[in-house]
């Protein structure tokens, strides 16, 4: 049994030394809206409500923190002590975001800072229509000096599972039906992989990818469906040199018990269990990237 069992990914906090560009690019560019501003923070949400991204004041982009949320009405003293009897220091925070009044934070195995929270307030549901409106934030990859070891963390104390490996220097752990909530590839230097937002579906990404092109921004990568997970995916780069997916189509496991993601007709095995990929595994079922001499990830 895990220490604590968390539920869904909640919001990425970024570290941005321009936050009044970055809330341009998020509010016109990935259109979520902003709900909150003060003078070295900003918070952004879906326009359904759902808190994704915090800007605050640093002297380079990176991931500060990320904060999860576990099933409302836990409570957060009694997963508290449970973190500390695991030798996780930890303190209690209150008002970590606009829709979040307590939470409990801690560092991960690579000394990202985690914020767990319960009950979370939706932010105003914004009727205007957008640009690309995202459904969520979708998920969060980071480079790091040893996979294992974080991967292992993510298990035993936060409830992941992980759904995928390729070899033994990229894995994919999700904490609901998604295929993966985060994602860890080995590399030299710890930081910031991607991060990326979930839209409808296969339109959408079109409409994203034209988005893009209006505001002079160019694909770094796609479109194209990935093996591992199996997404329809495009990549670019906002303007601090963060990369971002806008994604659909993710594998799901509905049901944890069957052990295997609802079967589609791109799947390479039937049914589709988690699994290792060999290393000689392509990026790209098709699309760039799906060329037998492509060299793989990442």
Known sequence: MSTIDVRRLGHATLWTPDIERQI?????????????????????????????????????????????????????????KRL??????????????????????????????????????????????????PLKLGHVAYRCHDVQKVVKFYEDHLGFRTSDWRGNTFAFQ????????????????????HIAFEVKDWGEVHRAAEHLARHDIRLVWGPGRHIIGHNIAIYHRNWDEVRVEFFCEMDQMRDETL????????????????????????????????????????
């Open 84 to 133: 500390t009897a695991a030798d996780i220091r930890n303190e209690r925070r209150s008002g970590t975001s606009p829709g979040v009044k307590d939470a409990i934070v801690f560092k991960d195995a690579k000394g990202t800072e985690i914020e767990v929270f319960a009950d979370y307030t939706f932010a105003k549901r914004e009727r205007k229509p957008g640009t690309i409106q």
């Open 24 to 80: 341009e690019y998020y509010t016109e560019v990935v259109g979520l809206q902003l709900i909150e501003r003060a003078k070295d923070r900003a918070f952004l949400a879906t326009r359904e409500g759902l808190e994704s991204i915090c800007l605050e004041k640093g002297d380079k982009p990176e991931l500060a923190r990320l904060a999860f949320q576990v099933a409302p009405g836990s409570d957060l003293s009694e997963l508290s």
């Open 174 to 193: 999700r904490c609901g039906m998604d295929h993966h909530t985060v994602n860890f590839v080995i590399d030299e230097e710890q930081k910031l992989h």
């Open 259 to 298: 052990g295997y993601f609802d079967p589609r007709p791109w799947h390479q095995d039937t049914p589709q269990r988690p699994k290792v990929w060999g290393k000689e595994t392509l990026r790209n079922y098709w699309g760039f990237g799906s060329e037998r001499t492509y060299p793989g990830y990442p």
